[in-house]
């Protein structure tokens, strides 16, 4: 049975930094590619950044770009978010998210992946 569990939302304020975890377990973790989800009430899941078995070609969205970074441990089974300079607009639930098969990597929409964690809330302040 595929578990991801994630960790490290809260409240925070404007500028602050905030590192997610997402512990994985009933497959193999070095093999499969991760992803971080955010979701509104009433809007799509959105891809946030994405990382390949081998942490080469990462992906992040644009409005992750040079404020986030996604990385793993592949000895832990541990994807982890870290986001810094927030803003009140990164407010979201975030998922991590990892495909159904192994050395399948996608940077597009939520329907290519089909394990989620139950999210964690990330709360921004102005």
């Known amino acids: 049975q595929v578990q991801l569990v994630e960790s490290g939302g809260g409240l925070v304020q404007t500028g602050d930094s905030l590192t997610l975890s997402c512990v994985v377990s009933g497959l193999t973790f070095s093999t499969y590619a991760m992803a971080w989800f955010r979701q509104t009430p009433g809007k799509e899941r959105e891809i946030v950044a994405a990382i390949p078995w081998r942490s080469d070609r990462i992906h992040y969205a644009d409005s992750a770009q040079g404020r986030f970074t996604i990385s793993r441990d592949n000895a832990k089974n541990t994807v982890y978010l870290q986001m810094n300079n927030l803003k009140p607009e990164d407010t979201a639930t975030y998922y991590c998210?990892?495909?159904?098969?192994?050395?399948?990597?996608?940077?597009?929409?939520?329907?290519?992946?089909?394990?989620w964690g139950q999210g964690t809330q990330v709360t921004v302040s102005s």
């Open positions: 998210a990892t495909p159904d098969r192994s050395y399948y990597y996608a940077v597009g929409g939520s329907y290519e992946y089909q394990y």
